[in-house]
């Protein structure tokens, strides 16, 4: 994982031109204090950064002790969301997140889907099983 602060830059436009690019990056001010995008995704100053490259915001939400453990745990699976532009890239990246034990909940398009899950918003560092999560998203 890489600090929101680095991802500028961080990769050459030509290295990840046309590839799935997840960002799992959490724009901080500070330690617990979420920055203010005015209104925007921090998954959308990403897709800036890296045109021609299938953004998707995911794998950002769970903190890193509970991600460490819950995908081998017994009983539900908890959700890890996805949010894109891009149908086949949510598709691709809802496939890893199922190979590592959890399961796949889409938050919808890059803007809205994205803002759900970075800090402040509603989906941020909430535990939800796969069907707790479903029924949040459906409402």
Do not use: C
């Amino acid at each position: 994982m890489v600090p929101f602060d680095s991802v500028q830059g961080l990769l050459p436009q030509e290295a990840v031109r046309d590839t799935v690019l997840v960002d799992a990056t959490n724009a901080f001010n500070g330690p617990g204090e979420a920055r203010d995008l005015g209104g925007r995704g921090s998954s959308e100053l990403v897709a800036e950064w890296y045109p021609d490259t299938r953004i998707v915001k995911s794998l950002n939400t769970m903190h890193f002790e509970t991600l460490a453990v819950a995908g081998t745990a017994q009983g539900p699976r908890l959700a890890h969301f996805t949010a894109g532009d891009d149908g086949k890239a949510k598709e691709i990246v809802a496939g890893i997140i199922t190979d590592l034990g959890f399961a796949p909940v889409d938050t919808g398009p890059l803007h809205s889907g994205g803002i759900l899950q970075q800090p402040g918003g509603p989906l941020f560092n909430r535990p939800l099983t796969e069907a707790q999560a479903l029924a949040w998203t459906s409402h």
